[in-house]
Structures are given as C-alpha cells and as structure tokens.
C-alpha cells in the first residue's frame, strides 16, 4: 500500500519505518529540509533500539523515501498519517495547531479519497476537529481516522510490529476496511485491532497512560509509607503483583515517571475534563504526588548531610528519563540536578546516551563523565536516577577506589541490601530499609 507521513519526529519515524518493514511504500514528510536531506543518505535522527536497521534496509529497497514536498507525498498515497507534534500550551491542553495546520495544508492538495490517520496524541474530539479542516477546504471525500500509538522508548519497533493491541477509531467501512488490512500482518499472533469510534479511541490513549502514571504513582507512595512504617517495597510489591487482576509490570518505585507522554498525557486529560466541568481528583493528586517524587532523593540527602549539601561534590548515574533512551524531556535527573545545583553541590553526571542532550540544556552547570567510574572521582556519594543495566553490576571495587566515601543513594533500588551491608555502604534507597553500616 502507499502511505504518507507527515512528521519525522520519534513516532513517525517509527511510524514510517515499521510500515515499510512489511512491504508498503513510505513516503516521509518534514518541512525541515536539513533532517529530510540528513535521512536521504540514511542518516537516522533518533537513537531507538533496532530501529537504525530497518531504517536503512527500508531505504536501500526503496520502500523508504523522504521529501519536503506535501503535494508529491500524499497525491499517491492512500493512507496519510499525522505524525505532528502537540505540545502542552499555555493552560495544560494539547496545542493542535500543527494537526490542524497540516490537515488544511492536505485537504487543499487532495484530489481523490483519503484516509487520513491521527497518529499524534490528541484530545478527545480532534478527529472531528480535523474533519471540519477538510470540510471547509475541499470537496473530495476524506474520512479521518484516530489510530492512537502506544510505543514505548526503547522496544518501539518491537512494539509497533507486535503490538499488544491497534486501536482503531472510524465509523467508516470503508476506512475501516483500509486499516484493517494495513494492520493484517501486525497481528498475526491474534492480536487484536480494535475498532471503535473515533473519541473512544482517543480517549483509550490517555486512559492508557493515565491509568500507567497512576499505577507507577500509587506504588510510589506505597514505597514511601514502606520507609516510615519500616516495611519493604520489593515484598510489596511482588505481594500484590502476583494477583492477576493487578499485574507484575509497572509496579517499581522511583524518581517518579518522566518522559515525552505520561507528564503530558495526564495534565492533558486533567485538563480536558475540567472542560466538561468535571474534577478528575485522581489525576490532579498524580501530578501532585510525581513532582514531590522527583524530588525525594534530595530530600534524603539534606537529612543525610545535616551541614548542607553545599560544597558537596555528587556523582549522578543516569540521566535519560529511562534506560535505552537519550530522551531527557521531564527526565527527573534535572530536577535533581537543578535542586542539588541550587543548594550549591557540585554534580557529575555520566548516561550511556543521553550526555549530548543534557549538555544542550544545561552547559557546564554540571561536570560529564566520559566513563561511569570517572564520574565517581572524589565524590561524597553517588545518586543513581536511571537503570541502565550497566549500573546494575557495576564493579563495586572501582567504585570504592573511586569514591570518598560508601554512601548511595539510589533511585531505582538496583542493589542487594544485604551485598551494601556486606561492603560497609550507607544505602538509601526507595521504599525499602537504609543501609548505615
Ligand atoms: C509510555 C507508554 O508506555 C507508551 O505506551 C506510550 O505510548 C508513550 O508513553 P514511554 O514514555 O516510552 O512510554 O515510557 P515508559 O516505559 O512507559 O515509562 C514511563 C515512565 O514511567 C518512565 O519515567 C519510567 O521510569 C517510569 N516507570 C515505569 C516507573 O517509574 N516505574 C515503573 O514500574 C515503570
């Protein structure tokens, strides 16, 4: 089949490549000529894991192919996906100008019937927003259609070519039946795709997330109750995980969750339902409690040093918002950074990936390490915030050459309490007993 796609951001690359994966012609498109010339010659611009070898074997059969064009891009393809960003504006709510921009840029191009997807995030009602831009702007017959993605950073291409579910959101058969033979070689395993109307199907992607962030944020409260009545997270959490109805995954406590979707999806759905006057309470305590989280390591760490955190010299492991990632966007390393910065401690920060983006943002506010070791040099403690598995076993003999003195405090629980006791460390770590030895 041949598809467009509008944006080359991180889900429509992904998008893109994947649907080239299984044979149809991907036309990519981005006004920014630099990044469209840059893949020309294969140059991918997102760091995701296996996502680089589909891009360039897509590209070398031609299945793959880039322009700044729109006119060219859609006039062939039978199926155009928005893949546009929508950032949070002003007041929470997703900004849909970029949506709303490019669907009145198609419609006055388009010359025969469309099926055009919304693959953005968008609030529920978009759909129809963006059928009014084609009302307005032509006659020919469109039919839009709400495909949200539920693509995590690190697996997106495992995600996207095995997806747990496609959700789907027409009431056209005729679309619908586009679509479903798109989807066809996705499923295979009996997966289902999932169609339904269009605002259910928009609604479905911010309930997925919501529901995620407040399951990370429940448990994240859980841990710091664990800490006050001296109970452990880890028993905890295998203690209710084990129940069908609750589920193994997504239960680990941390720094709070981060990332290009949870902190925006659940503003933005909090925000949409005050806009039908309803008090979605549980979603305004999620955001509440994941900003204090955030913060919690630098909480310990001003009781621990009881003379103040200035003058201070941190190694911080981990700076992406989570593991296989370079992504930094709501990563709660830099709000630790900016706490432990402003209580005049010195930090410095080593990530497998994500060194350059953090650079961009804050300069030489902070030191980087080219090595996990490096950054350890001197320092009083090391904070851990993302779990890398490098850092799940590290050479703990390096690292106390390195270090002035045994102190951790980790974000993410990577360590055996009783290997810390073992080797004299003071361990503070998330929901679960201290460490003083
Ligand atoms: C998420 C959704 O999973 C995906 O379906 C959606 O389409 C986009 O948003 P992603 O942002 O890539 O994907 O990250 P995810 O792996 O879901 O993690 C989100 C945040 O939650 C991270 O900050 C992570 O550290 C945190 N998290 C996750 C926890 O703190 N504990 C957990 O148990 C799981």
């Not at 000529?33 to 893949?39: L, Q, R």
């Not at 009302?135 to 690190?154: I, K, M, W, Y």
């Not at 395993?189 to 992607?205: A, C, H, Q, Y």
């Amino acid at each position: 089949m041949k598809i467009a796609v509008v944006g080359t951001g991180y889900v429509g690359l992904v998008t893109g490549t994947c649907l080239a994966e299984t044979g149809n012609d991907v036309i990519c498109v981005d006004i920014n000529a630099e990044k469209v010339a840059k893949m020309k010659q294969g140059e991918i611009p997102i760091y995701e894991p296996g996502l680089d070898l589909l891009f360039q074997r897509n590209i070398a059969q031609k299945r793959l192919t880039f322009t700044t064009e729109l006119a060219g891009a859609i006039e062939e393809a039978r199926i155009i996906f928005l893949a546009l960003p929508t950032p949070p504006g002003g007041d929470g709510s997703a900004d849909l100008s970029y949506v709303l921009g490019a669907a009145k840029n198609i419609a006055q191009l388009v010359k025969d019937y469309k099926v055009v997807v919304t693959k953005s995030t968008v609030p529920v009602g978009t759909a129809d927003k963006v059928k009014a831009v084609f009302e307005a702007h032509t006659q020919v017959v469109v039919d839009v259609v709400s495909n949200p993605e539920f693509l995590r950073e690190g697996v997106a291409v495992d995600d996207f070519m095995k997806p747990d579910r496609v959700v789907v959101g027409t009431r056209s058969d005729r679309a619908r039946k586009l679509m479903e033979e798109l989807y066809a070689p996705y499923v295979r395993s009996g997966n289902p795709v999932i169609f339904m109307d269009e605002r259910s199907s928009e609604l479905t992607k911010y309930a997925a997330n919501s529901f995620l962030a407040t399951k990370i944020t429940f448990m994240n409260e859980i841990a710091n109750l664990c800490e006050l009545v001296n109970a452990d997270v880890d028993m905890v959490r295998r203690g209710i995980g084990s129940d069908a109805r609750i589920g193994k995954r997504f239960l680990f406590p941390g720094v709070g969750y981060g990332g290009s979707c949870f902190p925006k999806d659940v503003q933005a759905l909090a925000k949409s339902a005050s806009e039908y006057d309803y008090n979605f309470k549980i979603l305004n305590s999620v955001m509440e409690v994941n900003e204090r989280q955030k913060t919690v390591i630098v909480d310990k760490m001003k009781k621990y040093y009881k003379e103040g955190l200035g003058g201070k010299k941190f190694a911080l492991w981990g700076l992406a918002f989570k593991p296989d990632t370079d992504d930094i966007r709501e990563a709660p390393a830099l709000y630790i950074i900016d706490e432990l910065v402003k209580e005049g401690a010195q930090v410095v920060a080593y990530d497998p990936e994500a060194i350059e983006n953090v650079r961009r943002a804050k300069g030489d506010m902070i030191g980087y390490a080219e090595d996990p070791y490096d950054a350890l040099a001197g320092a009083d403690a090391l904070i851990i915030v993302t779990e890398w598995p490098l850092f799940r076993t590290p050479d703990f003999d390096r690292m106390e050459n390195a270090l002035k003195a045994r102190v951790i405090f980790d974000g993410r629980n990577l360590y055996d309490l009783q290997r810390m006791i073992d080797r004299g460390y003071y361990y503070n770590s998330i929901g679960r007993q201290t460490i003083t030895s």
